[in-house]
């Protein structure tokens, strides 16, 4: 497949943490971008803000609901690549906002792949997560490993998985299923563990975190987005799932200690159970293999989580007031 140089591609979720950075990129290798964010009356367009105004100004955005088939076909028309990013991703929401989590992430998801199969778009990359595969059952996790989905977020994304896999199946829509594990950056929201770590730490000494026990495969957002523009030019892989890893493990006390060396500050752990996930929900072992990554779309990571953790306390040391440190977000 030639690459995305003056195409027309349409990224959903691009308000979001992955979808602005692969934004940024599909900018930069000459495509010509639309950018579906949720619509909100406020018309703030997410962390596409913190592109730069000439960037910015290149992209069409275009505000809606993936719930809504109408703004979703709208999007789709005349685009040849879709990057569909857009989710609802808090596991702690899901648990209180199951519906919403299901509407979004799995009626939303056959709205695209609908949208998609009508105007004939040369390629879908569906995006998935390691969350889809509960705690690991055997290291290296590879593409074969079982799905067992431990919260409502998990089942959703296997939903909207499956359902993208059916539309390859039953009427060869040209759809890549690419499954990152843990990604972090600049830009990521405070839900998640490395922001929580670093807003609370910039701060203060004192961090409030739940389980310290859980090992993640971490891949720095960079490299995230060039696995996405990868699955998009890759020849031959329709229909596959690929995902997208370090092939390396680090607990989440293993993180607050590289946060304290990278600021040469002694942090304090408070153990929060209002923090934790359900017993049985939480996922105690995410470690991907990326053989097939490399083999399939010739990628690997380049960015050492060290190198990574320093450009994201930059960010975040530079954008501290944007954030409520004081706030468990979920």
Known sequence: MKGLSRSKVLVTGAGGFIGSHL??????????VRAFVHYNSRSDWGMLEDLNKKSLEKID??????????????????????????????????????????QT???????????????????????????????????PMDEKHPLSPQSPYAASKVGGDKLAESFYRSYGLPVVILRPFNTYGPRQSPRAVIPTIVIQALRGRSIRLGSLDPRRDLTFVKDTARGFLAAASAPKIEGRTIQIGSQQEHSVA???????????????????????????????????????AGILLNWRPKVALKNGLEQTVRWFRKHADQYKSNLYHV
Not at 23 to 32: P, R
Not at 114 to 137: D, I
Not at 254 to 276: F, M, N, T, Y
């Open 61 to 102: 955005v275009m505000a809606g609901d993936l719930r809504d088939s109408h703004s979703v076909r709208k999007a789709v028309q005349g685009c040849e690549y879709v990057f569909h990013l857009g989710a609802l991703i808090g596991i702690p929401y899901s648990y209180s906002n199951p519906e919403d989590v299901v």
């Open 23 to 32: 934004c940024e990129l599909c900018l930069a290798e000459g495509a010509a």
């Open 254 to 292: 293993d993180l607050v200690a590289l946060v304290e060396k990278i600021l040469s500050k002694e942090l304090r752990v408070i153990q929060d159970p209002g923090r934790r996930r359900p017993e049985s929900s939480e996922v105690e072992r995410l470690f991907a293999s990326n053989e097939n």
């Open 105 to 139: 992430n799995v009626m939303g998801t056959m709205n695209v792949l609908q949208a998609c199969l009508e105007y004939g778009v040369g390629r879908m990359v569906h995006t998935s997560t390691s969350e889809v595969y509960g705690t690991a059952r055997y290291v």
